[in-house]
């Protein structure tokens, strides 16, 4: 909760463009994103945002009605060492509409290639599962998860599969090199929280301030919230704002191309820390030693 | 220690897993409790892959027992102590859970006093896998998968000794003989982390210290 005097502090520092973290209204928290020992785990800080995802994949039935497609979940699930304002084996509605965000965000908008999943039509197939703990709560979850999690996408890679027949032989990591997962796109959230600013006099609505990447507090206050999702080849993913205060038209298309400008910023930075993690894991070279490839020339 | 924000205490655990462990408390409760004197614990373990399953739940329950002995829970009648364990690295083979049971203990031994939640004292924890009629102290992930039984202990260390046995949660197959010889080299060796996590506490006080004397 925030009190009276926070909330008018705030507000009255938005309208002559400041911030209660010196940041300017469009300055995204810069993201950090380590990996962990094994594939697929990612930690990722925004700010004081602390988000680690955990990657696995594991062997079942697919769905029926979609036979040559394997399956691909994200578990969102806040708990209360994220903020004792989320309760434990409880979603609250703020929960619930995070997790649909992203779901969206990320399994809807086609990041995974489904049909790479698929092993033996109608009976085998991957189940890709990303686990997003929440460790530390400031605002901007549905950025971060998003970012983590196709962070984690890209570094999973999956055991080798031999099918002979219906029988399927899943390889030793150590004995066949694992095959990292197809992902076809980085889709990347940009979240912007929309404050009503209004004249202290006659109290009406000034103008709509539009905020990147609020922190909790500032969460608090805004007025509504937008989401977008949009990847570096201007594929607008989603447009999310649910309820709240009005906006024109031709400002979200403004936000939109902001939000492209940070989705280029956030895919370098992910791009960049895949990279110094490939290297560090390539030590010695090993990789073009185990490599098959021959080398190609021009005639 | 003290690495989270927004909770009173946390302490993350890393020694073949990696476990990070939150606490949050006293605050009201938000269900009745059913003892009108004690203050109430909530704990929660969260895995680092998958669901919470019967495993998390005997972990719990073994991390229960050890905090019914130190938790002075009588101070905060009716209020809520909400503990959160949080598994980023399992560290050994899914059929295991010593190495984690002990890194989960000497987390939340270390984020209750990062809270300043009264305790009656220290306690610390050690996993010990016997490979091989060989005891070996904080198995590898290998050495735990070969082992015959694996054993974790905890006790209760007041004045840098081990005076009091919390828990000792035992896997296997394993003679009487080799089980004393357990309990005693993991009294030593619970001795040792409990020298360790003194030194860690006493960093993380000067370190708290100097931010509350700079915030004055």
Known sequence: MISINDRKFLTEALKVSKRLDGRSMEEQRPMEVTFGSQFGHVELTMGKTKVVVRISAEITKPNERRPFEGIFVVHTDIGSMASPIFENNHQSEQEIMISQVVEKAVRRSGALDLESLCIVAGKKCWEIRADVHYLDFDGGLVDATCAAVMAGLYHFKKPDVDVDGGAVTVCDMEERHPVALSVLHLPVSVTYGLFELKNDETNEVEKVECVLDCTAIERQVQNAEITITINKNRDICQISKPSGVSIEGYRIVELCEKAFQEALKVTEMIDKALKEDEEMRNKGNWKALLSAENDRYEK | ?216
């Not at chain 2, 904080?138 to 735990?144: A, G, L, M, N, S």
């Open chain 2, 1 to 216: 220690m003290n690495i989270l924000n927004n909770v009173d205490g946390s302490a993350k655990w890393e020694q073949g897993t990696s476990v990070i462990c939150s606490v949050t408390g006293p605050i009201e409760t938000r269900r009745r409790t059913d003892e009108p004197t004690l203050a109430q614990v909530e704990l929660v373990i969260r895995p680092a892959i998958g669901q919470a399953t019967t495993r998390e739940t005997l972990i719990k329950d073994r991390i229960y027992s050890v905090l019914a002995a130190t938790v002075v829970r009588n101070l905060y009648p009716r209020m809520l102590l909400q503990i959160v364990i949080q598994i980023l690295e399992q560290g050994e083979g899914t059929g295991y859970n010593v190495l984690k049971l002990a890194a989960c203990l000497n987390a939340v031994c270390l984020a209750l006093i990062d809270s300043r939640t009264p305790m009656t004292g220290l306690f610390t924890a050690v996993a010990i896998a016997i490979v091989d009629d060989k005891l070996i102290l904080h198995p590898t992930r290998k050495q735990v998968s070969q082992s015959t039984s694996t054993h974790a202990v905890s006790y209760f260390v007041e004045n840098n000794k081990a005076t009091g046995l919390l828990m000792c949660e035992s896997e296997g197959e394993f003679t009487e003989n080799q089980l004393f010889e357990v309990l005693e080299q993991a009294a030593r060796a619970c001795e040792d982390v409990a020298l360790d996590m003194r030194e860690r506490i006493e960093k993380g006080v000067k370190e708290g210290l100097r931010i509350d004397a700079g915030q004055e």
